[in-house]
């Protein structure tokens, strides 16, 4: 039996959503070890959908549980907002279902308006990074500095007035030159304070929970946000988020060790997606972009945002295979390529003459980067709801084992339908 982790090989967006439900389904425990709310997913379960941001997936089945790791940075007023929605769906949360780290970093509302200020002035300058003015990066960069709110601060409220003013002696100077208004202590105070009471009963050295989980043989799947193109380090930098989104995140950001991360599950759509700024090779701002935006439904969950749509990079997938070390991949959505007469699929990159076969990490050279393209032959037939390989049109089947090829990595598991279902299983994540 393996522990699995599962991350997105591409821009985010791939689809994590059912999958980690599937597999939510037979693991005991559910980890999120990275990002914050600004990461969203749908959940289809008996033809109700649900949509989470910050909550792991399996808070919405009975009898697991699910945790929220340290390396998360928890906006405590929209978890407790999270809670209600789940609950007005009649999926009851509480502190036996959800444990959240004590050592989290929280979100506050003076993260969320710096966020705001500073896009709102790189906008104006056309160096805009595209966020999604959630807060997420400030908090992380509060984290890093050393004055961050954590988790366990609320259930110390007399030590959290020194914590604060530590804060706002950062914060109120950023805000002063931004022109903006500075944040009362007592006001900061004040947002905490009526919130703690919801999170406080939470809390929990995970780490420790974790570990003893693992010794009684618990099924634990660590569930990642974004995808490994926006990771802080290995991303398209500065276009990126402000977490590690690679596998190698989910031992630091639970408190479990690196042993403990068995198979590596890369989610990865047929086609490539992203939102926001930043680089994108095999982008198709055209016809098929078009296509395949609206036969994907691609909107962002959490923002509702249009997603910029293009074809297959393998390039940018071979080289997540090996900063993640994936073991085997989950192919999503073949089934909004349905009815094209031709697909093509990026085997490398040409700039200035030469050939690239990884994605540069200079920013200038990820914008000038040209694809190269091979093709192949599209198919006529409906992949939807396809449960096994003979269902599959004879070349669609070509179509994955070329992916398979190019990546490195084979095809665990392949979805046809947004339909849990809907869903070829090659190997299972959970053995080894």
């Known amino acids: 039996m393996a522990n699995v982790v599962v991350i997105g090989s591409q821009w985010g967006d791939e689809g994590k959503g059912k999958i980690v439900d599937w597999l939510s389904e037979r693991a005991d425990v559910i980890v999120r070890f990275q990002g914050g709310h600004n990461a969203g997913h749908t959940l289809v379960i008996d033809g109700v959908s649900y949509k989470l941001s910050l909550m792991p997936s399996g808070v919405v089945r ?55 200020l500073r896009e709102d002035v790189a906008s104006n300058s056309g160096t805009k990074i595209g966020t ?46 931004f022109g903006h208004p500075e944040v009362e ?27 003893e989980k693992k010794r009684a043989g618990a099924r634990i799947l660590f569930e990642g946000a974004q995808g490994t193109l926006l990771d802080i380090d290995h991303g398209t930098y500065p276009f990126v988020t402000s977490s590690n989104t690679v596998a190698g995140q989910a031992a630091a950001g639970s408190g479990m060790g690196p042993g403990s991360v068995g198979y590596v599950l890369g989610i990865t759509k047929a086609y490539t997606t992203r939102v926001g700024e930043g680089p994108f090779p095999t982008e198709q701002d055209n016809e098929v972009g078009e296509f395949l935006g609206t036969r994907g439904h691609e909107f962002g969950t ?23 070390g994936i073991s085997g991949i989950a192919l999503t ?72 090829e190019l990546i490195g990595a084979p095809v665990a598991l392949l979805s046809t339908s947004p339909e849990r279902e809907d869903t070829i299983l090659v190997h299972d994540p959970f053995q080894d």
């Not at 697991?64 to 978890?79: E, F, M, R, T």
């Not at 409906?382 to 390989?389: C, I, L, P, Q, Y």
Request: proline share 4%; hydrophobic share 40%; with cysteine.
């Open 302 to 324: 959490v923002t509702g945002r249009k997603r910029r749509c293009g074809w297959f990079d393998a390039v940018a997938v071979r080289q997540a295979v090996a900063v993640n």
């Open 333 to 404: 959505k073949l089934d909004v390529l349905d009815g094209l007469d031709e697909i093509k699929v990026c085997t490398g990159y040409r700039l200035d003459g030469r050939e690239f076969d990884y994605l540069p990490a200079s920013q200038g050279q990820q914008a000038r980067v040209e694809p190269v393209y091979t093709s192949i032959d599209g198919w006529k037939g409906s992949t939807v709801g396809a449960r096994s390989w003979a269902d599959l049109p004879a070349e669609a089947v070509k179509y994955v084992r070329l992916i398979e």
């Open 132 to 177: 999604t003015r959630r807060g997420i990066g400030p908090a992380y960069e509060d984290k890093v500095g050393r004055r961050s709110v954590r988790a366990m601060d609320l259930a110390n409220m007399e030590t959290l007035g020194a914590k604060i003013d530590r804060l706002l002696s950062h914060h109120n100077a950023l805000r002063r030159g």
């Open 62 to 116: 009975p009898g697991k549980l699910s945790v929220i790791g340290n390396g998360v940075v928890v906006d405590p007023h929209a978890l407790v907002a999270e809670i209600d929605r789940l609950a007005d769906q009649g999926v009851v949360v509480t502190p036996e279902s959800l444990r959240i780290a004590e050592n989290a970093t929280l979100i506050l509302s003076l993260h969320r308006e710096l966020d705001a």
């Open 185 to 211: 202590h007592a006001a900061l105070m004040e947002e905490l304070t009526q919130v703690a009471q919801r999170i406080v009963p939470f809390l929990e050295p995970v780490w420790r929970l974790l570990d």
